[in-house]
Every structure is written in C-alpha cells, then in structure tokens.
C-alpha cells in the first residue's frame, strides 16, 4: 500500500515539474520575440539668449531651450520637451511643455527649440529651470544634470 502512495506522489510532482518546465519554456520564447526599443540620446542641451549660449536670464527675457536629439535606431513617435522649475524642497513642476511627434533612422538626428519666458527669478523656494525630455515610444525620460549649470538661473 505505502509503494503505491509513493509512487503516485512521485508522477504527481514529476507532471508538475514538467508542467513548470514547458510554462518556463514558453515564456523566454514569449519574452524573447519582444526587441527592447533604444531611446534617442540627447547630444546637446542648452540655453540659448540673444543667439548667445547662458546659463543666466533675467526674468521676462524670451530665453530658447535648445536641444539636440539623436537616433541611435529608428525611432517613430512623439517627443515632449518640457521646462520645469527646480523648487527646493517641494516638487519640480512643469512651465512649459511641447510635444513633437518625430521619425529618425538610427545615426540621424534633429534638433528642436522651446522657447519661454521665465516668470520668476531664482531664490527662495524656485533654484531654477531645467529641461527634460519624455520619450514616449520608449516609456523614457531624459533629465538635465542637476548642477547650476548646466540648469538655468533666472535674475531679476
């Protein structure tokens, strides 16, 4: 009788292991068939007032957030750009935002502008501004450095 038990309780866990085995199996497969997109790399990120690269402005001054994107393979989708404001000890919050649906071939690349006027001068709660890219074909983000400069200060 105790043979018996044994035995069905070995071919039970033998039929789970190869269960396990062949749900294993299929999902690498499933995983595998999916190629992980890479995003574009930002080559440049700047400041831009009167045609001159700064990394100061002064409030009410038309300043041009200019940035370079490029492919490292194709990428078909929209870019959304945006200019935050870096407040110290509360939550950085978006001025100003633009979407820019773009298509690349690995290699090439395209620059975009953002122009804005800065409404208050750094100080206080608000460090700066700062710029950062949403690549939404690859659910990524790109953030500049967090060091004055490369991010914006704003007089008065």
């Known amino acids: 009788m105790r043979r018996r038990q044994t035995s069905k309780?070995?071919?039970?866990?033998l039929i789970l292991l190869v269960l396990l085995a062949v749900f294993v199996i299929f999902g690498l497969i499933f995983v595998g068939s999916f190629r992980v997109r890479a995003r574009p790399t930002v080559q440049e990120a700047v400041w831009i007032v009167n045609d001159q690269e700064v990394s100061t402005a002064r409030v009410g001054e038309k300043v041009e957030a200019r940035v370079v994107i490029k492919a490292t393979e194709?990428?078909?989708?929209?870019?959304?750009?945006?200019?935050?404001?870096?407040?110290?000890?509360?939550?950085?919050?978006?001025?100003?935002?633009?979407?820019?649906?773009?298509?690349?071939?690995?290699?090439?690349?395209?620059?975009?502008?953002?122009v804005f006027t800065p409404n208050q001068a750094s100080g206080g709660r608000l460090r700066g501004y700062f710029?950062?890219?949403?690549?939404?074909?690859?659910?990524?983000?790109?953030?500049?450095?967090?060091?004055?400069p490369p991010r914006l200060k704003v007089t008065d």
């Open 74 to 114: 194709e990428y078909a989708g929209s870019i959304v750009v945006k200019i935050r404001k870096d407040t110290t000890l509360w939550f950085d919050s978006d001025y100003q935002v633009s979407t820019v649906p773009i298509t690349l071939n690995g290699g090439e690349q395209k620059e975009m502008e953002l």
């Open 131 to 148: 710029i950062e890219i949403d690549f939404q074909a690859t659910g990524t983000k790109w953030v500049m450095e967090s060091s004055y």
């Open 9 to 13: 309780g070995q071919g039970l866990v």
